[in-house]
C-alpha cells in the first residue's frame, strides 16, 4: 500500500540544516498495524508527517496505492488528507464550544453535514462507549473520552490510513490499553492501516510491524 523510496526531509533553521529523516526506503502492507519507535529526536513524527501529505519531503518519493504523493497538486494533497487519512494526535485537538458529535463532524462542516453523516457519527461514539456523552463537551470529558472522539472523528471518513503520534501520551496505562485495544478493533473492522508512532513497546503485539528509527534514519532490527 505505501512504499518510500530513499525519503529525505530537510528543515532549516536560519543558516542550520537540521537532517529530520535520512534515506528512507520501506514498505507497508495494506491492513497492517505498524509501528514507529525510536528516541526523541529520531525523526518518527516527521515521517510520520510525510505519510499523511501534512509535510512534503525534501527527495525521494511516497508511493500510496501506487499514487506519488510527491506528485500532488495541493488540491490533491488536501483530498488525500481530507478522504483517505484519518489523524489522531496526543493533544486530542477538540473545540471546546463543541459536544461531542459535533467535534466528529469538524472535518465535514464545509461540506455541510447530512442526517446521514450525523447519524454515523452518532453510531461511532456509542462503539467507543460514548453513546452517554454525546452531548458533552470536552471540559467535562476525561482524557480517555477525548481521545475516543478523535478516533471517531479520525474512522468516521472510513481512512484507509489511520496516523497516530503518541495518542496516549497523556494517557494512564490503563486508558492506553483500552484506546490501542479500540484502534485495533476497528481499523481490522475497517481495514484500515495504522501507523503509530509511541515510546511505549508495552502495546506491540508479535504480529504488529516494527518500524525502528535512529538519527533519521532506519536502525537496525532487534
Same mark, same amino acid.
Given at each position: 500500500?505505501?512504499?518510500?523510496?530513499?525519503?529525505?526531509?530537510?528543515?532549516?533553521?536560519?543558516?542550520?540544516?537540521?537532517?529530520?529523516?535520512?534515506?528512507?526506503?520501506?514498505?507497508?502492507?495494506?491492513?497492517?498495524?505498524?509501528?514507529?519507535?525510536?528516541?526523541?529526536?529520531?525523526?518518527?513524527?516527521?515521517?510520520?508527517?510525510?505519510?499523511?501529505?501534512?509535510?512534503?519531503?525534501?527527495?525521494?518519493?511516497?508511493?500510496?496505492?501506487?499514487?506519488?504523493?510527491?506528485?500532488?497538486?495541493?488540491?490533491?494533497?488536501? &483530498?488525500?488528507?481530507?478522504?483517505?487519512?484519518?489523524?489522531?494526535?496526543?493533544?486530542?485537538?477538540?473545540?471546546?464550544?463543541?459536544?461531542?458529535?459535533?467535534?466528529?463532524?469538524?472535518?465535514?462542516?464545509?461540506?455541510?453535514?447530512?442526517?446521514?453523516?450525523?447519524?454515523?457519527?452518532?453510531?461511532?461514539?456509542?462503539?467507543?462507549?460514548?453513546?452517554?456523552?454525546?452531548?458533552?463537551?470536552?471540559?467535562?470529558?476525561?482524557?480517555?473520552?477525548?481521545?475516543?472522539?478523535?478516533? &471517531?472523528? &479520525?474512522?468516521?471518513?472510513?481512512?484507509?490510513?489511520?496516523?497516530?503520534?503518541?495518542?496516549?501520551?497523556?494517557?494512564?496505562?490503563?486508558?492506553?490499553?483500552?484506546?490501542?485495544?479500540?484502534?485495533?478493533?476497528?481499523?481490522?473492522?475497517?481495514?484500515?492501516?495504522?501507523?503509530?508512532?509511541?515510546?511505549?513497546?508495552?502495546?506491540?503485539?508479535?504480529?504488529?510491524?516494527?518500524?525502528?528509527?535512529?538519527?533519521?534514519?532506519? &536502525?537496525?532490527?532487534?
Amino acid at each position: 500500500m505505501i512504499e518510500l523510496r530513499n525519503v529525505t526531509k530537510t528543515h532549516h533553521r536560519g543558516e542550520t540544516e537540521v537532517h529530520a529523516v535520512r534515506g528512507v526506503t520501506c514498505s507497508i502492507e495494506p491492513s497492517s498495524f505498524n509501528f514507529i519507535v525510536g528516541p526523541s529526536g529520531s525523526g518518527k513524527s516527521s515521517l510520520l508527517y510525510l505519510l499523511g501529505a501534512l509535510d512534503n519531503p525534501s527527495s525521494g518519493e511516497i508511493l500510496v496505492n501506487g499514487r506519488s504523493l510527491t506528485k500532488f497538486t495541493e488540491p490533491e494533497r488536501d &483530498a488525500f488528507r481530507r478522504s483517505d487519512v484519518g489523524f489522531i494526535f496526543q493533544n486530542f485537538n477538540l473545540l471546546a464550544n463543541l459536544d461531542a458529535v459535533e467535534n466528529v463532524l469538524v472535518p465535514f462542516l464545509p461540506q455541510g453535514v447530512s442526517s446521514q453523516l450525523r447519524d454515523e457519527a452518532v453510531e461511532l461514539l456509542k462503539q467507543v462507549g460514548l453513546g452517554h456523552r454525546l452531548h458533552h463537551r470536552p471540559a467535562h470529558l476525561s482524557g480517555g473520552e477525548q481521545q475516543r472522539i478523535s478516533i &471517531a472523528r &479520525a474512522l468516521l471518513k472510513k481512512p484507509q490510513l489511520v496516523l497516530a503520534d503518541e495518542p496516549t501520551g497523556e494517557l494512564d496505562s490503563k486508558t492506553g490499553a483500552e484506546v490501542f485495544q479500540l484502534l485495533r478493533e476497528l481499523s481490522s473492522r475497517n481495514n484500515a492501516t495504522v501507523v503509530v508512532v509511541t515510546h511505549d513497546q508495552t502495546y506491540f503485539r508479535p504480529s504488529d510491524r516494527i518500524i525502528r528509527m535512529r538519527d533519521g534514519q532506519l &536502525a537496525p532490527t532487534e
